[in-house]
């Protein structure tokens, strides 16, 4: 079975530095699909960044970018520059690949608090 | 612009109630999904559907029914069959392709309270 962890419940970091969201991941699959979302106050599920398990080079999305260890099986977020608007929840998620009549699941981590101080 | 709606964003309900939640998209996405989220958790799956006129199960689907009658929309009833609904309910879309790379694709959500 899948399985996400985020093991930092909270993080804080100061207006225009960089914050590094931990997530390490378990599958047997070789080939999965991984996310981040970002959840505001407001509730809203925001997707913010894509990594596939073949993809050699790390993503990145403007002040987004995923730090990819496959051997470590890591797939932390990276935001620089951070803004007092990026305060929010933001989830990991991996998805693993459809077989037979079962879609690819999307199997979420618990979740990291960031605020960001001015 | 295209999106993702749920309605209401507040919804409460009575002991031995049923209350629908809505979830309408204009994405022309195939599948859509049900996540109930609980305070300081992640999401789990409740229903999900990949197709009209066809939904299967997810990991929290009891005291929970849905229906797909069209592409846009994917309402969610909780029955009184479920204990404990005090959550909140995230309605998302996806192209429906099989590939890993597919994207979900998130509602507002709607807070449901238990009176």
């Known amino acids: 079975a899948q399985k996400i962890t985020q093991t930092q419940p909270g993080m804080f970091v100061q207006e225009k530095e960089a914050v590094t969201l931990d997530c390490t991941y378990d599958t047997s699959d070789q080939s999965y699909g991984l996310f981040w979302y970002k959840q505001p106050s407001s509730g809203e599920m925001i997707f913010l960044i894509y990594q596939g398990s073949y993809d050699e080079q790390n993503a990145t999305e403007g002040r987004y970018s995923l730090n990819f260890q496959k051997a470590r099986k890591s797939a932390n977020l990276v935001i620089s520059a951070s803004q007092l608007g990026d305060s929010a929840m933001y989830f990991c998620a991996m998805r693993e690949p459809a077989g037979g009549t079962s879609y690819g699941k999307l199997t979420f981590g618990q979740g990291t608090i960031l605020t960001v101080h001015p | 612009d295209g999106g993702i709606t749920q309605s209401p964003k507040y919804l409460f309900r009575k002991e031995g109630q049923n209350v629908t939640l809505s979830c309408e998209q204009n994405?022309?996405?195939?599948?859509m999904y049900w996540y109930r989220q609980d305070p300081g958790q992640g999401l789990r799956l409740i229903y999900y559907s990949q197709i009209v006129n066809d939904f299967q199960k997810g990991d929290i689907a009891e005291g929970y029914s849905v229906s797909r009658e069209k592409k846009e929309s994917f309402p969610l009833t909780v029955t009184s069959a479920q204990k404990n609904p005090t959550a909140f309910y995230l309605c998302?879309?996806?192209?429906?392709?099989?590939?890993?790379?597919?994207?979900?694709?998130f509602g507002p959500g709607t807070r449901l309270l238990v009176l």
């Open positions: 998302a879309s996806s192209q429906g392709r099989i590939g890993v790379r597919e994207t979900q694709y």
């Open positions: 994405l022309n996405h195939d599948a």
